[in-house]
Protein backbone atom coordinates (compact mmCIF):
# COMPACT_ATOMS: atom_id res chain seq x y z
CA UNK A 1 0.00 0.00 0.00
CA UNK A 2 2.55 2.42 1.32
CA UNK A 3 4.64 1.77 -2.46
CA UNK A 4 1.97 1.98 -4.24
CA UNK A 5 1.25 5.31 -3.43
CA UNK A 6 4.66 6.74 -3.48
CA UNK A 7 5.67 5.77 -6.79
CA UNK A 8 4.54 7.48 -9.88
CA UNK A 9 1.78 6.58 -12.41
CA UNK A 10 4.14 5.14 -14.63
CA UNK A 11 5.95 3.09 -12.59
CA UNK A 12 5.51 -0.85 -12.42
CA UNK A 13 6.67 -3.21 -10.01
CA UNK A 14 8.51 -2.96 -6.69
CA UNK A 15 10.98 -5.95 -6.74
CA UNK A 16 14.14 -4.36 -5.01
CA UNK A 17 16.33 -7.32 -6.87
CA UNK A 18 15.92 -5.35 -10.41
CA UNK A 19 16.87 -1.67 -9.39
CA UNK A 20 19.69 -3.49 -7.66
CA UNK A 21 20.87 -4.97 -10.54
CA UNK A 22 19.73 -2.82 -13.46
CA UNK A 23 21.88 0.34 -12.11
CA UNK A 24 25.00 -0.76 -13.32
CA UNK A 25 23.35 0.12 -16.70
CA UNK A 26 23.05 3.21 -15.88
CA UNK A 27 24.11 6.04 -17.88
CA UNK A 28 26.53 7.62 -15.38
CA UNK A 29 27.72 4.40 -14.31
CA UNK A 30 28.01 5.25 -10.70
CA UNK A 31 26.38 1.80 -9.27
CA UNK A 32 28.71 -1.34 -10.10
CA UNK A 33 28.26 -4.88 -8.96
CA UNK A 34 31.08 -7.59 -7.64
CA UNK A 35 29.54 -10.69 -9.25
CA UNK A 36 30.10 -14.29 -7.25
CA UNK A 37 31.83 -16.60 -8.82
CA UNK A 38 28.60 -19.00 -9.54
CA UNK A 39 26.88 -16.46 -11.67
CA UNK A 40 26.16 -17.71 -14.81
CA UNK A 41 24.17 -14.48 -16.75
CA UNK A 42 21.07 -13.16 -16.60
CA UNK A 43 19.10 -10.78 -14.70
CA UNK A 44 17.99 -12.16 -10.85
CA UNK A 45 14.62 -11.95 -10.48
CA UNK A 46 14.24 -12.44 -6.61
CA UNK A 47 16.56 -11.22 -3.62
CA UNK A 48 17.31 -14.88 -2.90
CA UNK A 49 18.94 -15.06 -6.57
CA UNK A 50 20.32 -11.29 -6.47
CA UNK A 51 22.43 -12.91 -3.02
CA UNK A 52 23.51 -15.78 -4.93
CA UNK A 53 24.61 -13.83 -7.89
CA UNK A 54 26.04 -10.65 -6.52
CA UNK A 55 28.65 -10.61 -3.76
CA UNK A 56 28.19 -7.01 -3.61
CA UNK A 57 27.50 -3.43 -5.25
CA UNK A 58 30.09 -0.37 -5.19
CA UNK A 59 29.59 3.31 -5.50
CA UNK A 60 31.30 6.00 -7.69
CA UNK A 61 33.57 7.42 -5.78
CA UNK A 62 32.89 10.70 -6.36
CA UNK A 63 29.03 9.90 -5.41
CA UNK A 64 30.16 8.02 -2.46
CA UNK A 65 32.37 11.27 -1.30
CA UNK A 66 29.11 13.83 -2.11
CA UNK A 67 27.26 11.10 -0.04
CA UNK A 68 29.31 11.75 3.05
CA UNK A 69 28.09 15.39 3.63
CA UNK A 70 24.57 15.56 5.62
CA UNK A 71 23.31 18.63 3.22
CA UNK A 72 23.98 16.53 0.09
CA UNK A 73 22.52 13.91 0.97
CA UNK A 74 18.97 15.49 1.73
CA UNK A 75 19.33 16.94 -1.85
CA UNK A 76 19.93 13.98 -3.65
CA UNK A 77 16.55 11.83 -1.40
CA UNK A 78 14.70 15.22 -2.09
CA UNK A 79 15.49 15.16 -6.00
CA UNK A 80 14.78 11.31 -6.42
CA UNK A 81 11.10 11.29 -4.42
CA UNK A 82 10.58 14.85 -6.55
CA UNK A 83 11.27 12.76 -9.89
CA UNK A 84 9.75 9.38 -9.03
CA UNK A 85 6.94 9.94 -6.62
CA UNK A 86 3.70 11.45 -7.56
CA UNK A 87 2.28 14.99 -6.68
CA UNK A 88 -1.11 14.24 -7.17
CA UNK A 89 -3.06 15.74 -5.17
CA UNK A 90 -5.26 13.19 -3.63
CA UNK A 91 -2.32 10.71 -3.14
CA UNK A 92 -0.13 13.72 -0.86
CA UNK A 93 -3.28 13.49 0.96
CA UNK A 94 -2.75 10.02 2.28
CA UNK A 95 0.46 10.51 2.45
CA UNK A 96 0.51 12.75 4.97
CA UNK A 97 -2.22 10.48 7.07
CA UNK A 98 0.84 7.83 6.37
CA UNK A 99 3.32 10.34 7.63
CA UNK A 100 1.25 11.18 10.99
CA UNK A 101 1.25 6.99 11.52
CA UNK A 102 4.84 7.18 11.04
CA UNK A 103 5.11 9.69 13.58
CA UNK A 104 3.63 8.00 16.12
CA UNK A 105 6.61 5.05 15.76
CA UNK A 106 9.19 5.35 18.49
CA UNK A 107 12.29 7.34 17.11
CA UNK A 108 15.36 5.86 16.80
CA UNK A 109 18.91 7.55 17.45
CA UNK A 110 21.09 6.64 14.82
CA UNK A 111 24.06 7.25 16.93
CA UNK A 112 23.18 4.92 19.71
CA UNK A 113 25.07 1.91 19.96
CA UNK A 114 23.39 -1.21 18.24
CA UNK A 115 24.12 -3.95 20.10
CA UNK A 116 22.01 -2.25 22.89
CA UNK A 117 18.71 -2.44 20.89
CA UNK A 118 16.73 -5.74 22.32
CA UNK A 119 19.84 -7.54 20.61
CA UNK A 120 17.45 -7.37 17.72
CA UNK A 121 20.12 -6.72 14.28
CA UNK A 122 17.19 -5.77 12.22
CA UNK A 123 15.52 -3.23 14.42
CA UNK A 124 17.79 -0.48 13.58
CA UNK A 125 17.91 -0.52 9.98
CA UNK A 126 13.97 -0.21 10.08
CA UNK A 127 14.35 3.11 12.40
CA UNK A 128 17.36 4.43 10.17
CA UNK A 129 15.06 4.18 7.18
CA UNK A 130 11.97 5.22 8.90
CA UNK A 131 13.82 8.50 9.84
CA UNK A 132 15.01 8.77 5.95
CA UNK A 133 11.44 8.85 4.79
CA UNK A 134 9.80 10.94 7.33
CA UNK A 135 12.78 13.66 7.17
CA UNK A 136 12.20 13.23 3.38
CA UNK A 137 8.48 13.54 3.31
CA UNK A 138 8.54 16.27 6.05
CA UNK A 139 10.36 18.98 3.74
CA UNK A 140 7.71 17.92 0.74
CA UNK A 141 4.67 18.12 2.87
CA UNK A 142 5.28 21.13 4.92
CA UNK A 143 5.70 23.37 1.57
CA UNK A 144 3.39 22.09 0.27
CA UNK A 145 1.10 22.52 2.82
CA UNK A 146 1.91 26.38 2.54
CA UNK A 147 1.25 26.21 -1.39
CA UNK A 148 5.34 25.86 -1.80
CA UNK A 149 5.51 30.15 -0.68
CA UNK A 150 7.83 31.51 2.12
CA UNK A 151 5.97 31.74 4.96
CA UNK A 152 7.54 35.28 5.86
CA UNK A 153 7.89 37.04 2.33
CA UNK A 154 5.67 35.22 0.26
CA UNK A 155 7.90 34.36 -1.94
CA UNK A 156 6.77 31.38 -4.39
CA UNK A 157 9.25 30.43 -6.69
CA UNK A 158 8.80 27.13 -9.17
CA UNK A 159 9.71 25.19 -11.85
CA UNK A 160 8.01 22.46 -13.88
CA UNK A 161 9.82 19.69 -12.64
CA UNK A 162 8.75 20.17 -9.39
CA UNK A 163 12.22 22.03 -7.55
CA UNK A 164 11.45 25.37 -6.09
CA UNK A 165 12.98 27.87 -3.88
CA UNK A 166 11.53 27.49 -0.37
CA UNK A 167 12.15 24.84 2.14
CA UNK A 168 9.94 22.81 5.06
CA UNK A 169 11.90 23.74 8.11
CA UNK A 170 11.82 22.91 12.01
CA UNK A 171 10.25 25.13 13.96
CA UNK A 172 12.30 22.99 17.26
CA UNK A 173 15.59 21.41 15.61
CA UNK A 174 15.16 17.88 14.75
CA UNK A 175 18.58 17.22 16.17
CA UNK A 176 17.28 17.68 19.49
CA UNK A 177 13.53 16.86 19.61
CA UNK A 178 13.53 14.45 16.48
CA UNK A 179 9.96 15.70 15.71
CA UNK A 180 8.81 15.35 12.07
CA UNK A 181 5.04 16.30 12.25
CA UNK A 182 4.16 19.00 9.85
CA UNK A 183 2.82 20.96 12.59
CA UNK A 184 6.51 21.28 13.89
CA UNK A 185 7.56 22.79 10.30
CA UNK A 186 6.99 26.39 8.68
CA UNK A 187 7.97 26.81 4.86
CA UNK A 188 10.47 29.57 4.77
CA UNK A 189 13.20 30.32 1.39
CA UNK A 190 16.63 29.73 1.93
CA UNK A 191 17.25 33.47 3.07
CA UNK A 192 14.54 33.33 5.83
CA UNK A 193 15.56 29.89 6.90
CA UNK A 194 18.52 30.48 7.60
CA UNK A 195 17.42 33.90 9.61
CA UNK A 196 14.91 31.65 11.52
CA UNK A 197 17.68 29.46 12.38
CA UNK A 198 20.06 32.15 13.64
CA UNK A 199 17.16 33.20 15.82
CA UNK A 200 16.89 36.48 13.53
CA UNK A 201 13.04 36.76 13.63
CA UNK A 202 10.56 34.40 15.76
CA UNK A 203 7.10 34.08 15.36
CA UNK A 204 4.98 34.74 18.43
CA UNK A 205 1.66 33.03 19.58
CA UNK A 206 -0.13 35.47 17.45
CA UNK A 207 1.33 34.04 14.08
CA UNK A 208 2.94 37.71 14.28
CA UNK A 209 6.38 38.23 13.24
CA UNK A 210 9.19 39.83 15.60
CA UNK A 211 12.55 40.60 14.22
CA UNK A 212 15.65 41.07 16.20
CA UNK A 213 16.41 44.77 16.81
CA UNK A 214 19.82 44.95 16.21
CA UNK A 215 19.88 44.24 12.70
CA UNK A 216 21.65 46.57 9.95
CA UNK A 217 20.22 45.97 6.46
CA UNK A 218 20.86 46.97 3.19
CA UNK A 219 18.10 46.18 0.35
CA UNK A 220 17.73 48.53 -2.57
CA UNK A 221 15.84 45.89 -4.53
CA UNK A 222 13.47 44.05 -2.02
CA UNK A 223 11.76 44.76 1.21
CA UNK A 224 13.59 44.80 4.77
CA UNK A 225 13.32 42.43 7.23
CA UNK A 226 12.78 44.88 9.79
CA UNK A 227 9.50 46.00 7.82
CA UNK A 228 8.17 42.85 8.65
CA UNK A 229 7.54 43.78 12.36
CA UNK A 230 4.20 42.11 13.59
CA UNK A 231 2.97 41.10 10.04
CA UNK A 232 1.10 37.91 10.41
CA UNK A 233 2.77 34.81 8.29
CA UNK A 234 1.15 32.74 5.71
CA UNK A 235 -0.30 29.67 7.37
CA UNK A 236 -1.79 26.80 5.38
CA UNK A 237 -4.89 26.89 4.03
CA UNK A 238 -5.75 23.52 6.59
CA UNK A 239 -5.90 24.31 10.25
CA UNK A 240 -4.83 21.51 10.81
CA UNK A 241 -1.27 21.66 9.44
CA UNK A 242 -1.36 25.14 11.55
CA UNK A 243 2.18 25.61 13.02
CA UNK A 244 2.49 24.50 16.75
CA UNK A 245 2.43 27.46 19.21
CA UNK A 246 4.48 25.61 21.62
CA UNK A 247 6.90 24.86 18.78
CA UNK A 248 7.16 28.59 18.39
CA UNK A 249 7.59 29.70 21.78
CA UNK A 250 10.59 27.14 22.04
CA UNK A 251 12.11 29.25 19.23
CA UNK A 252 11.68 32.08 20.64
CA UNK A 253 12.77 31.61 24.04
CA UNK A 254 15.53 29.08 22.70
CA UNK A 255 17.04 30.92 19.52
CA UNK A 256 15.91 33.98 19.24
CA UNK A 257 18.28 36.91 19.81
CA UNK A 258 16.45 40.17 20.90
Request: hydrophobic share 35%; proline share 3%; with cysteine.
Amino acid sequence: KYWQILAANNFEGSDFALPFFHLKNAKGKFWKLKFSDTYEGGRPQSIPKLTRDVDYALLEQQLFSLLQDYNERQEIIDSLILHWFSSDQRKLEELLEIHKSLNGLEDFNVNQDINKIDNNLTEPKFYLRKALVRNSFFRRFVVHVYDYQCAFCRMRVTRLSNQNLVDGAHIKPLSIFYDNTINNGISLCKNHHWAFDKGWFCINSKYRIIVSKDLQEESPNSKLMKDYQGEVILLPSSERFLPSIESFEWHQKNVFKF
